[in-house]
């Protein structure tokens, strides 16, 4: 079947089968391997995408639902040579570890920020309360985050 | 020129990370031809095997199909050669590789698998590690005593069959004495990333790339299980989901299992294990039941410690002594004992196999010496902390081996940052705080962990590292240890700019690939900044002295003297491990001086307890942790924070439930570990009391220690909240239930 969808603000069209997984479809044929697979049951958050700006697991979610829609990618929060404040901010404050957890939560963190821009740490926490991290014992995330909404100021939106 | 140690430089691969273009083994691309392998399992905890059928329904044509008589020799080099590939006739745990399947069609191989039929005949599994030491051999031919320690110190140092009775002696001649049971579960290390490899054969050999901590072990069981020359064996890590001890040992058995699919299908192999097979088929934290009896005098000065040991090791040995070990080491605690006994047994079971996992047995004989001085603080109404500042160990005190501790001692100025940051006195004198049907309380535990191999683990090891002078007067790093998420590339840059007087933009670090890099040892055992970060700070030192010495001799900057060296020939230092001479440990009677140094930390919990439900909320933490020199503050306060964040998962829902050696919760919805919400926030302090052979001007390993404080505190505070004195994890609301029936009696 034939699915045409915004990802990461470029149009593409597919031929796959409509109940091929949207992770299967990024990390496959769209060949966006940031998105990560940690448990296939919606549980980690490893493989959080926004769809239509909604943070979904892109593990429970077949393509075929995403026809004519827009899907967000960590790949298209900021590049290596243009880190998004948010993505930066990862770095310099130990949000990352391991990094497997990194794309799915930043794509979370992105969805909180433009909700909330100034989240407090609580609201953080809850933001972030689907995906798992084993590395980092969260705190250093919650710093992540707190100083990417400082960088960002009031405007929500992440632009870098 | 600024120094790089002790200053937070943003981790180096943060931004592939954060991008989401660091390439995790299964981000790779297929390789031309690849398959897809998996792994039939036995799903019998114990029995006989009798044959296998494949229905005759399925196309096998396209399915290679490895079998146990396919693999000579058919054993997983590591300690002892107890553990099969895949299984040929008996069937030792649940979770026993009997097939491996591989096919490009994944879907095709899912078929597959379920197509094949093993037929075995139960028989009734061994499953309590107690009974198994007196029950019928889980291995045939192998005692089910895996392994034995035996720790003795002042009274109790009259050999090994007059010790027991010594020890009750010594204990009898206390004023007071308190003795207690303490057990721990199974815990899954949980790393995000599950398992997974990719191997392919060509002239060259082998090579396997996957999510790996130690590719030398993956080298070696490689070599072993081909019979192939070392040069014939290429381990390359891929950018690696976590580890955290599980991808320690367990990788070999994959790689393993892939490079046979591999070589008899003529093509490259991919393995990437799913969350269920993950969590039911590694390694998990070894499961204990410690039996502790103490003496002490009725002004609280600890005397006596008897300690007993049982470690639940699983079907075949892998790395149990060597965790036994550790445990048996950290069983006397941060405290000075006059007279100690400590007996650690290691009982083979019809389980799967129990390995590595951060803290290595440590977090087990903490979890018992830490809950144990609770219940001897309740004994004489003391305050725990202040019961454990009397007893701390001090520089000029022996550990239970013997050891006399000489430098690098900060427990005290710990447990006082710790107890000053949480309001602990205060909080304490208050006493618990109930506010509806919620009540509130805090606790601490102090510990030590020994950081680098244990003995004279490292003199055996001799761990090498590299650095290479390379064009434009920068550093290459070669070392076989790996960042799997602690910032090991990181930090060794930080290490190396310093000592080389670069920034640290001018320092490269090698993929870590057998082929290229020396065997600097495991990535394990709190080792890796302090024992291989010493090394590759000499490496670097010894090439910059070259470097300085042509500068000397004709001039120029330190990239054009490096490259008039390099004109001439390779400039390369490669230095091996050497134990300061201090170090002496005998093996045969577990004296001396355990590990070159500790760390010492004191961790405090606040807590909620729901009177009704009986659930625990985490509220507040805090930590103080003399690491000896932070050389990346950020990345070690990350360190001491995730690990404590997995001690609390350990404290409070991390279970492994069993029904019949069969893993009833192999999910991410039924095995919990902590979110963001089930997390406190942290507050985490760093002391920094030097090790004088740590490298960046003293840096100790903290990898582990966090790991062993959490649940105690935890436990503490519980007690402290609601009463109610808990042994045995985890920290479960049906515990607490049952332990408030207990107190109504
Ligand atoms: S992989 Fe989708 S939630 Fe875990
Ligand atoms: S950084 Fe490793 S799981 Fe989050």
Redesign the interface.
Known sequence: MKVTLTVNGSHRELDVPPLMRLIDAL?GPLG??????????G??G?CTVLLDGDPVCSCLVPVGQCAGRSVT???GL???DH?APL??M?????G????????GM?VAAEALLRRTPKPT?AE???G???????????????ESVKAAAELRGDRGEGAA | MQPSVGV?V??V????????????V??LPPLPGELHGVTVRSRVARGRLRGVTFDPAIDWSDVTIVRAEDVTPNVVALIVDDQPVLAADVIRHAYEPVVLLACADRAKLARAAAAVTLEVDPLPPILDPEAALSADAVVEGRSNLQKRYLITKGAADVGDEASLAAIEAALAGCEVVVRGRYTTTHQE??????QGLIARWDDHGVHVVGSIQCPYYVHKALTKGFDLPADRVHVTQA??????GGKEEYPSVLALHAALLARKSGRPVRMIY??KEDLEATTKRHPAICDVATGCDRDGTLRVLAMRVVMDGGAYVTLTPVVLSRGALHAAGAYRWRDARIEALAAATNTPPNGAFRGFGAPQTIWAIERHLDAVARELGRDPLDLRRQNLLTIGDTTATGQKLAFSVAGLECLDKARADSGYDEKRRRGPVATGRVARGIGAATFLHGAGFTGSGERNLKGKAAVDLVAGGRLLIRTGSTD????TETVFRQIVADAAGLPIGAVDYAPVCTTHVPDSGPTVASRTIMIVGSIVESAARKVAARVAAERDRAGGTFAEAGDRLIAAGEVTELVQYVSPDYVKWDDATYKGDAYPVFAWSCFIAEVDVDLDTFETTVVGFWSATDVGRAVNP??C??QI??????ALGWALTEEIVWKDGLIQNP???NYI?P???D?P??T?ALIEEPFPFGPGGGAKGIGELPMDGGAPAVAAAIEHATGLSLGALPLSPERLLAASRRNAL
Request: aromatic residues 4%.
């Open positions: 990390r966006l391997t940031g998105t990560k697979e940690g448990c296939a049951e549980e980690c490893a990618t960590v790949e900021g590049s290596i880190l993505q930066r990862f770095v310099d404050h130990g990352a570890q391991c990094g497997i957890c990194t794309p930043l740490e953080i926490r809850e972030l309360a689907g995906n798992l991290c084993r590395c980092t014992g969260y705190q250093r995330i919650v | 937070s943003p981790r691969d943060g931004a592939a990370k954060v991008a989401g273009t660091a390439l995790y299964d981000d290390q949980l790393y995000l990333e599950p950018v690696t989901g976590g580890g955290f799913d969350r799997i998420g602690q910032g950020v990345l306060v990350g924070e995730g690990g404590a964040l997995q999910r991410l919805t570990i979110t963001a919400l997390a926030h942290m985490t």
